[in-house]
């Protein structure tokens, strides 16, 4: 049931996403569970194989194996394969994961990181390109590792990238101004890549994306291993801009691609706020190119 479960939901998944929940369904769920009759689990037993999680202290990890039983259950009992969920509504006595926090440099430092990153002849010039398209964008890594040229329109006097719903995080499509700074670094770009496929590629392999951890490693080699993660340029932009007082508070957590307020608020507001933030990217980029030449 659960390997029925895991084929259709990754219909929906990034490739990614569905080897972590195959992954943790192997090493967690499978050895206590995988032999039995789904109908024959209990809720004790689920807690029990939970328990073990945390008392290993992995919170995170107990909280996301137990969403992916409640899942399981739940297409179990629309299946008949069980009569009820015993993974339903336990999640309040485990310990409640702690948020992470990605290591950012601090506002001062991003003018050495900036300097340090052109002067580097650790990196390839993709690479290069790469780092510095995500510092003026400030997207999560997956959407700019799967950028694709068929959803950038730069050919018009306001350019934008449609960054497509199966690569953003809460699964909505977002739109994303391009200053005219990035539309020089996509220009410079299609010496590489393009004119179809992604954006940024492999050097080896012109015909993948960009690996997962290559602007992470690139950032290491410059001296920031521990002390900054790429998505440590989510929180220095957010800091930045709303310390500036020059921006609404919903127009930077929308360039966030974060929800602001609750699901019904949310079905009432589905404003983009495009013209404010292409302003604000403007002044973004001219403020990381102020830093590049300070």
Same mark, same amino acid.
């Given at each position: 049931?659960?390997?029925?479960?895991?084929?259709?939901?990754?219909?929906?998944?990034?490739?990614?996403?569905? @080897? =972590?929940?195959?992954?943790?369904?192997?090493?967690?769920?499978?050895?206590? #569970?995988?032999?039995? $009759? &789904? !109908? +024959?689990?209990?809720?004790?037993?689920?807690?029990?194989?939970?328990?073990?999680?945390?008392?290993?202290?992995?919170?995170?990890?107990?909280?996301?194996?137990?969403?992916?039983?409640?899942?399981?259950?739940?297409?179990?009992?629309?299946?008949?394969?069980?009569?009820?969920?015993?993974? @339903? =509504?336990?999640?309040?006595?485990?310990?409640?994961?702690?948020?992470?926090? #990605?290591?950012?440099? $601090? &506002? !001062? +430092?991003?003018?050495?990181?900036?300097?340090?990153?052109?002067?580097?002849?650790?990196?390839?010039?993709?690479?290069?390109?790469?780092?510095?398209?995500?510092?003026?964008?400030?997207?999560?890594?997956?959407?700019?590792?799967?950028?694709?040229?068929?959803?950038?329109?730069?050919?018009?006097?306001?350019?934008?990238?449609?960054?497509?719903?199966?690569?953003?995080?809460?699964?909505?499509?977002?739109?994303?101004?391009?200053?005219?700074?990035?539309?020089?670094?996509?220009?410079?770009?299609?010496?590489?890549?393009?004119?179809?496929?992604?954006?940024?590629?492999?050097?080896?392999?012109?015909?993948?994306?960009?690996?997962?951890?290559?602007?992470?490693?690139?950032?290491?080699?410059?001296?920031?291993?521990?002390?900054?993660?790429?998505?440590?340029?989510?929180?220095?932009?957010?800091?930045?801009?709303?310390?500036?007082?020059?921006?609404?508070?919903?127009?930077?957590?929308?360039?966030?691609?974060?929800?602001?307020?609750?699901?019904?608020?949310?079905?009432?507001?589905?404003?983009?706020?495009?013209?404010?933030?292409?302003?604000?990217?403007?002044?973004?980029?001219?403020?990381?190119?102020?830093?590049?030449?300070?």
């Amino acid at each position: 049931v659960a390997e029925e479960w895991h084929k259709r939901q990754s219909l929906q998944w990034t490739e990614k996403h569905t @080897k =972590d929940v195959l992954r943790s369904l192997e090493y967690y769920v499978y050895p206590d #569970f995988g032999e039995r $009759p &789904i !109908s +024959e689990i209990t809720k004790q037993d689920v807690i029990a194989n939970l328990r073990k999680l945390e008392s290993e202290g992995i919170h995170e990890t107990c909280y996301r194996v137990r969403q992916r039983l409640e899942a399981i259950f739940e297409y179990a009992v629309i299946e008949d394969s069980c009569i009820f969920n015993p993974a @339903k =509504d336990i999640r309040k006595i485990f310990t409640k994961p702690k948020p992470k926090h #990605f290591a950012s440099i $601090p &506002i !001062s +430092e991003l003018s050495v990181f900036l300097t340090k990153m052109v002067e580097s002849t650790g990196a390839n010039q993709v690479t290069k390109l790469a780092m510095l398209f995500m510092i003026h964008v400030f997207v999560r890594t997956a959407s700019l590792r799967h950028a694709m040229w068929k959803d950038f329109d730069l050919e018009c006097d306001e350019p934008l990238w449609i960054v497509p719903d199966y690569d953003m995080k809460n699964r909505i499509e977002f739109h994303v101004p391009l200053s005219p700074q990035v539309v020089i670094i996509l220009e410079n770009m299609k010496q590489f890549s393009g004119p179809e496929g992604h954006v940024f590629t492999q050097k080896i392999n012109p015909h993948k994306p960009i690996s997962e951890n290559a602007l992470l490693y690139f950032s290491n080699r410059l001296g920031y291993a521990k002390s900054h993660t790429i998505h440590g340029f989510r929180t220095l932009a957010s800091s930045i801009l709303h310390e500036s007082m020059l921006w609404n508070y919903d127009i930077v957590e929308k360039q966030m691609s974060h929800l602001v307020g609750n699901k019904v608020s949310r079905a009432y507001n589905r404003a983009e706020h495009l013209v404010e933030r292409r302003k604000m990217l403007k002044w973004w980029s001219n403020f990381v190119d102020s830093q590049m030449n300070s």
